[in-house]
Structure formats: C-alpha cells, structure tokens
C-alpha cells in the first residue's frame, strides 16, 4: 500500500505539477563547483559565476553556455552588468579582500584589480553607471569614479555589518545592515 502512494505522489507530481512550473532548468555545464550569482544583461549575454575563478556565459539569454577561462583562483561572489553598455562591461566581487575582477568584453576574459582598502571579502557590488562602481564588504564600502583605477572609502558608519546595497544611478543609493539599519545617500 506505501508504494502504490508512493508512486501515485510521484506520478501527480510529475505530471500534474512539473507541466505548470514556470521555470525552466538552465545548466551552464556539469560543473564541479559551486556557482554563487548569475547576471543577464538585456542583450542576452549572461554570466555565471562562482568558485575558483568559474565564469560561465550565454550570449542567447541562457539557451547555451560556454566555460570561460577567468585567469584567476578566486570565488566570484556576484557579478553585476554596467547599465548600458550593451553586456560589454562587468564587475564580479571576489574573495580577495582587496581585489574586484572587470570585464570590458562582455565576461570573455577578465582583469583583476586591487581597490587598496583590506576590509573583508567584496559580497556585494552596484554598477549604476560605467564609471561609478560601489564594492561592499560585511565591514565597509568604497567606491570608484575611474573604472577601478582609484578607489575611495565611503562607509556611511563604523561597527555595521553591511549586507546588501543598491543604487538607481550614480548618486542615489541604499545600504542595508543585518541589524535592521538602512542608509540612503543622494
């Protein structure tokens, strides 16, 4: 008797649930590792990434993907577009607490770059524009006004555990901590 319900859970299941699912499974490739962000750019070109320097990209909103080579060992932790530029130019943040990785040629080969400041592993990244981009660590923020050839801090406030931010265009822009604080700058 468990079996027989045990198969029909499996067939309505499967029959039943699996044809209403609106979302379908996009694997990049088998991989053996752990892929933390993905990003799709309106032009279709998609990247995914994640431990060891994995980058993988589409070029068809996710239909086929290929293996790129990043260069590096790092985890990418997130990856994130540039508005804009046609799925040209991206950033990753990376487990390298002082270093972003940057693409100019849409996630097909990659550059790493240091951001000087030793404040933790970059988690979280905004690109609000091609010039200005904002790379969050758990224990500050610095920003960049010269596509990551200079890099300046601007922690809104000491001793926050920052976990999440967000910016609509170069100068308007949200930080969140994990206390329940939010922070806006304009």
Request: aromatic share 10%; with cysteine.
């Amino acid at each position: 008797m468990q079996k027989s319900m045990t198969l029909l859970l499996c067939l309505i299941l499967h029959f039943g649930i699996a044809q209403d699912q609106e979302w379908q499974r996009q694997n990049p490739l088998p991989v053996l590792v752990q892929l933390e962000d993905v990003d799709v750019d309106p032009s279709g070109i998609g990247l995914a990434v994640g431990e060891e320097g994995t980058v993988f990209r589409t070029t068809d909103f996710g239909a086929n993907w290929e293996a790129v080579e990043s260069g590096t060992a790092l985890t990418f932790l997130e990856v994130s577009f540039v508005p804009g530029t046609g799925g040209q130019q991206a950033w990753a943040a990376t487990t390298g607490s002082t270093r972003v990785a940057h693409t100019t040629d849409g996630g097909q080969s990659w550059s790493i770059l240091p951001i000087g400041f030793n404040l933790a592993a970059v988690n979280y990244l905004a690109t609000p524009t091609e010039d200005v981009i904002y790379a969050c660590t758990k224990n500050g923020l610095v920003k960049t006004t010269d596509q990551g050839h200079s890099w300046e801090e601007v922690t809104p406030a000491a001793d926050q555990n920052w976990d999440s931010i967000s910016f609509v265009d170069g100068d308007n822009g949200w930080m969140a901590t994990t206390e329940g604080a939010a922070f806006k700058t304009t």
